[in-house]
């Protein structure tokens, strides 16, 4: 088998696990957390005079933002691999 035939197959398998499995995944993550931080500011906003229930939209809001960091992140790590390896020849 060719040296450049091991690379070529190697390369689309990386980008079909990227296109194919990760993206999707870290798409549906980021709208879960999108979600999140969207409930989180009805809830902030709907409580307005309950403290407690305001707490309580103001932490759904910080773990929304943090999920959605957290994916962003992954996202530009996945991406940032995937060109070092197209770099190297893979």
Do not use: C
């Not at 407690?52 to 773990?63: P, T």
């Not at 943090?66 to 790590?77: H, L």
């Amino acid at each position: 088998m060719n040296t450049n035939t091991i690379s070529n197959t190697f390369s689309q398998l990386l980008y079909n696990i990227e296109y194919f499995i990760l993206t999707p995944i870290i798409y549906l993550l980021f709208g879960l957390a999108l979600l999140l931080f969207l409930y989180g500011v009805f809830e902030f906003i709907k409580n307005s005079d309950d403290t407690e229930e305001r707490k309580k939209g103001g932490q759904h809001i910080l773990w929304g933002v943090i999920g959605m960091a957290i994916m962003f992140s992954a996202y530009g790590i996945i991406n940032l691999i995937l060109s070092t390896m197209e770099d190297v020849g893979y």
